[in-house]
């Protein structure tokens, strides 16, 4: 068993010793995403234009439940009407609600999309092996802190389209 994990580390060393030797200097740099989300003028623009659908879902739901107000005091076609009211309108709020996800989903992937291209963009123009995310790093120099730069060129190319 001894022999078996001595092997295993040798191989590990090899190949991370050969990797070393033949990729050059390793240089690795970090963005913070959290950071970059809340900097990044597309994101901010989409989270008012969502807002301002969820203020809408809202109200929807809002007059759902006026409409079930003083339902027990309705006659019998009144109750009728009133829960075809109801239905219609749970039924535009599931639809706006799938909407609502579909275009957060939408958003979301152009977002990351942005910031993978421009990642790509400054690890390639400044050399970087790799740029990881913060949230896997414990502690390190803050000149391999790329997300500055990440934001500077996402928002330069965005210009609020």
């Known amino acids: 068993m001894k022999k078996v994990f001595l092997f295993i580390w040798a191989v590990i060393f090899c190949l991370t010793a050969a990797d070393l030797g033949w990729a050059g200097e390793l240089k ?3 963005i913070s995403l959290s950071t970059i989300f809340q900097q990044y003028n597309k994101v901010i623009d989409s ?8 203020n809408d879902l809202k109200k929807l739901i809002d007059d759902v ?4 107000k003083n339902y027990d005091q309705l006659s019998d076609k009144g109750k009728e ?3 075809k009211q109801i239905k219609a ?10 909407e609502l996800r579909n275009e957060e989903d939408r958003i979301l992937r152009e977002i990351l ?7 790509r963009e ?7 092996t790799y740029i990881i995310d913060d949230r896997l790093i414990i502690d390190g120099p803050e000149d391999m802190d790329v997300t500055n730069e990440v ?11």
Do not use: F, H, P
């Not at 309108?89 to 799938?98: L, N, Q, S, T, V």
């Not at 400054?122 to 970087?128: N, P, S």
């Open 28 to 30: 690795i740099g970090y």
């Open 47 to 54: 989270n008012k234009k969502l807002d301002g659908v969820k």
């Open 65 to 68: 439940r006026d409409l079930g």
């Open 81 to 83: 009407e009133r829960e």
């Open 89 to 98: 309108k749970e039924e535009g709020i599931i639809k706006r609600r799938d």
């Open 113 to 119: 999309k942005d910031i993978e291209n421009a990642t």
């Open 122 to 128: 400054i690890r390639q123009k400044e050399k970087w």
């Open 151 to 161: 934001v500077k060129l996402l928002n330069a190319s965005y210009k609020g389209k």
